[in-house]
């Protein structure tokens, strides 16, 4: 949860995602997927893991049925079928949680995912959020760490066919290869600017990063924190000033200006 220092306003780096499904009028009820329903005695089963396993009280996680997936620490996510997997393969033991520290957990993402990642804003991300995205991503490759991302952008690819006045030219959108995705919605009801998913069970990065656009009004240097702190969540870092996780070798036990800090600097 990132919320800003600054006295005018507060500001968290976390939303919750709300999806609006448009049906068509002739569907029919046996074209509708069904959302599927987990056992609540697995559900509470599967929060306790999720808090166990990011630093989170049981009541604070939530779970979106409809994205399948459940909102730990506000702005860290994980997919319902990773936390399934991840119940039976892993044995919780309880890490050091002596003070604030730079530190990760279970969610890790592996040496050989993150040596290229790829990064792809859809075409709803506003130019001001992509060129925040372009310096988060830049903060990350001067690390000296064997973390690269890029960002990768589409194309367009023009078939003709036909010939003379019948030629009709047809331009189509080629999306690129990536594995974070970056996108956004809109909701003026919660404090939750962005958030972001842990890597997976299989050692792969977190694919996606959410943006809430109401907070497009934040200072540049403020999205730019923000987006920087999401990416650090999908390789696995949780919060500097949390109380939980495995102490990061070689790094302070307290850091004011960590950029997984949960409250937003400038």
């Known amino acids: 949860m990132l919320k800003t220092k600054s006295p005018g306003f507060k500001t968290f780096a976390c939303f919750t995602l709300f999806t609006l499904t448009i049906l068509a009028q002739s569907c029919k009820k046996s ?3 069904q959302e ?4 609540q005695e697995e559900l ?3 929060k306790s893991f999720v808090a166990t396993t990011t630093g989170s009280t049981v009541a604070s996680v939530e779970y979106n049925p409809a994205k399948k997936y459940f909102i730990a620490g506000k702005d860290i996510l994980v997919g319902l079928s990773d936390a399934r997997t991840r119940l039976k393969n892993t044995e919780i033991s309880t890490p050091s949680a002596n003070g604030s520290n730079q ?3 279970i969610y890790t993402a592996t040496q050989n995912n993150v040596a290229n990642i790829a990064i792809y804003a859809d075409n709803t991300v506003p130019s001001d959020w992509i060129t925040a995205l372009d310096q988060a991503i830049a903060n990350w490759n001067s690390t000296n760490s064997h973390v690269v991302m890029k960002r990768v952008t589409a194309t367009t690819k023009t078939t ?3 010939k003379g006045k019948k030629k009709t030219t047809t331009t189509t959108t080629v999306l690129p290869s990536y594995n974070i995705l970056v996108n956004t919605l809109y909701n003026s009801s919660t404090s939750m600017v962005a958030e972001a998913f842990l890597p997976y069970s299989n050692g792969t990065v977190g694919n996606e990063v959410h943006i809430n656009t109401y907070y497009s009004y934040l200072n540049s240097s403020y999205k730019t924190f923000a ?3 999401e990416l650090g969540h999908s390789i696995g870092f949780t919060h500097t000033d949390g109380t ?3 102490l990061v070798p070689n790094t302070p036990e307290t850091d004011p200006n960590s950029v997984m800090n949960s409250f937003v600097l400038p």
């Open 31 to 33: 074209d509708l997927k």
């Open 244 to 246: 939980y996780g495995n």
């Open 160 to 162: 003709t066919t036909g």
């Open 44 to 46: 509470q089963q599967l």
């Open 227 to 229: 987006l920087t702190h």
């Open 36 to 39: 599927e329903t987990v056992p």
């Open 103 to 105: 530190r990760v957990y």
